[in-house]
């Protein structure tokens, strides 16, 4: 008759903590409770392909704020601040070939991207979650490079998503 006892306070604190959210004390998918909001800022751009700067910028928008539960904010109201840089671009490496009389196409292409970012908590004033030399890839077939680059930032935002999450 006491073990059912205990099974049953057992369960009820648990149910109590489950209501509360005691159990699940953060927000945002990973991110402490006082993150609700975020600034994403454009990354720095090093490389030589000025439209990065604005794809990269809205991917990494729309994935904290979908994908974390965060609402976009003004830099200086905002919780948290998401940073960066682009510091590579390979828009054309070969992966395959395919010889045809007499000389060899290339039939898979792959870009790479390479980034610094940093998710900083502006309360606390520290990073939540930072990676240097973030490197993510696409692969396409000539000519749609573009493809490969929407892959490429697919993986770039799962990566930031699941960074941020990990840390807690």
Not at 35 to 40: E, K, L, N, Q, Y
Request: proline share 5%; with cysteine.
């Amino acid at each position: 008759m006491r073990s059912g006892g205990f099974a049953r306070s057992a369960l009820a604190l648990a149910l109590v903590g489950l209501s509360s959210g005691c159990l699940y004390g953060f927000r945002g998918g990973g991110l402490p409770g006082h993150i609700r909001s975020v600034a994403v800022l454009p990354f720095d751009n090093r490389t030589g392909e000025p439209a990065l700067t604005q794809e990269v910028y809205e991917a990494v928008r729309e994935a904290v704020e979908r994908r974390l539960g965060l609402r976009s904010a003004p830099e200086a109201d905002a919780d948290a601040v998401v940073r960066g840089e682009i510091v590579r671009y390979e828009p054309d490496f070969p992966l395959s070939y395919q010889a045809d009389q007499g000389r060899v196409n290339v039939t898979r292409r792959r870009v790479q991207i390479t980034v610094n970012v940093e998710i900083t908590d502006q309360r606390l004033g520290r990073a939540l979650w930072r990676q240097s030399g973030l490197s993510v890839d696409g692969e396409y077939q000539p000519p749609q490079e573009a493809e490969g680059r929407r892959t490429a930032l697919q993986k770039l935002v799962t990566s930031v998503v699941e960074g941020a999450q990990s840390q807690w």
